[in-house]
């Protein structure tokens, strides 16, 4: 079967609203008007089918009933094709899908606008306060890893949102529940809820959320790609909190922030320097993927290669780090051979 | 690995096991083409993860970034160990031009987007709740069913949430008309499914509802 080249007389019908049909039609010579009822007005539109354009395209292809009366207003050569075909063809020519996804993707995105203005103000739900309850969901529900990814997102978008402090304990929860029990396990927790605080200790806690917001004000920073704006904050928890626990991450950003800034010879120092410091902290390999990173956009190959090997030895395979250190380990290898 | 594969594999990463992707509500800007693994969409309705749907290597997801920066209407979850391209507006037309099939792939997902958005519009538009509940009965039923069917009796795993959703409505204001049909022996209401005893009668139903506003 090859596509069919098909003669229409004059006032002749090629499909009519609501039949169903899996051909998709292409005007040749003529003239054919598209004949629909628009959905707001109900007003009837007439779209004259340019030579050399597709129609039928949607429904054939989703497979649903025909949106519009196609009517021939002069003698017509239309070519019918089957789906198969149609794909086969239109596979080949990558700008005539492109050109048709944006014909589409208008369609859509006007439709979508229809649709957004006749649903009731109330069912938009504010994403500020979405994305809290999602993590809230997930920490009741003791899926600390997602609860930690909702959290930390709150964090990245809303650094300064009304919620930001108890998005903080509550990824401090479930980073410590995942610790002691496990992903799925451990008690009950409770996410920080919009109560107010406790009469306990009021001060104490204000104090723990600044230098936090700082933090992830500052991390924000980092995915806005304002290295230097990112770097002056954490030097500023770095010098100014008692915190350790903030000392540490903030000077673990700062060596992310050189790395970025491409001050390599700094971010070797200050990883190195910080390694020494909390050899046990979590995020020690990921320290050693920038050192050896750095050496690597320094031309130091064959330290990199060697700090690289120590990433690998040191993270589980199924880590994203392992995947990229391995990665650019081969590179490096290859380079040499 | 294809050529494709080679092609595009700058622009590949990986999700570990169980990882989100991306999440509900979180303004998007990346979609992605599944390499291996699979991907499990999933929507917190009333305090239950619901899973909308589970995509296999080959299938698009989060593509309505491509359109508009709006927040995610959705969850991403990685079901195994996931490798996926992500794109976003800037590299799309590369993609695209690159690999016509997955335009077409695209293109396919959009026109289906057209035609649930129209529905939902149709619906949206009907001045009564009681049309409106029927007529969402009507767009479950065209999806589920081919066209001529025979039997006028159909059954459709959805709660009252779900038609509340689709129709527009408070739940509280939709159990209220399904348990009116109900007392009419229209439908029964279960736990997890619905009943339409004659599906045909609410077509009607909804025409002459569409009909008197014209």
Partial sequence: ????????????????????????????????????????????????????????????????????????????????????????????????????????????????????????????????????????????????????????????????????????????????????????????????????????????????????????????????????????????????????????????????????????????????????????????????????????????????ISIFKKVLALTPETESLYQKARKALRKLEGEKV | MSSFDQMFQRFSKGFPKGSIIFCEYEPGDNFYLIQSGRVKIVKIIGNIEKTLDILNPGEIFGEMAILEEAPRSATAIAMDRVQALEFNRANFEILMRGNPQIALKLMKLFIKRIYDQKRRFMILTLDDTQAKVADVFLMLAEKELPADRENDTIEFKATVDDIAHWAGIQPAECRNVINHFSQQHRVELYNDRIVIRNINDFDRFVKSRRKSKE
């Avoid at chain 1, 529940?177 to 009021?202: E, S, T, V």
């Fill in chain 1, 1 to 304: 079967m090859s596509p069919k080249s098909v003669f229409y007389k004059a006032n002749s019908i090629i499909y009519f609203q609501g039949d169903i049909g899996d051909k998709v039609f292409i005007l040749n010579a003529g003239k054919v008007s598209l004949n629909y009822e628009d959905i707001e007005t109900g007003q009837e539109i007439h779209d004259l089918v340019k030579t050399g354009e597709f129609f039928g395209v949607k429904s054939a292809l989703g497979r649903f009933r025909r949106e519009e009366t196609a009517v021939v207003l002069a003698d017509s050569t239309v070519v019918a094709f089957s789906v198969p075909e149609f794909e086969q063809l239109v596979g080949k020519h990558g700008r005539v899908v492109l050109k048709m996804l944006k014909v589409f993707s208008n369609q859509l995105r006007r439709i979508q606008k229809q649709v957004q203005n006749l649903i009731h103000a109330e069912e938009h739900i504010n994403p500020e306060k979405g994305l809290f309850s999602i993590g809230e969901y997930y920490l009741s529900n003791k899926a600390y890893d997602q609860a930690i990814y909702a959290f930390k997102r709150y964090l990245v978008y809303y650094p300064s949102g009304s919620r930001a402090s108890d998005a903080i304990k509550n990824i401090e929860t479930a980073e410590s529940y995942l610790n002691r029990y496990g992903q799925g396990k451990g008690p009950d927790a409770a996410p920080q809820a919009a109560q107010p605080a406790p009469a306990g200790k009021p001060q104490e806690t204000k104090q723990l959320s600044d230098v936090a917001q700082t933090y992830y004000k500052a991390v924000s920073l980092i995915s806005q790609e304002k290295y230097d704006d990112a770097y002056n904050e954490f030097k500023a928890i770095v010098n100014s909190s008692n915190d350790e626990e903030y000392i540490s991450k903030s000077q673990y950003e700062m060596g992310r922030c050189l790395f970025y800034v491409k001050k390599y010879d700094n971010c070797i120092r200050l990883f190195t320097t910080w390694i020494q410091k909390y050899p046990k902290h979590p995020d020690v390999k990921d320290a050693l993927y920038f050192i050896a990173s750095s050496h690597n956009a320094m031309n130091n190959g064959d330290k990199a």
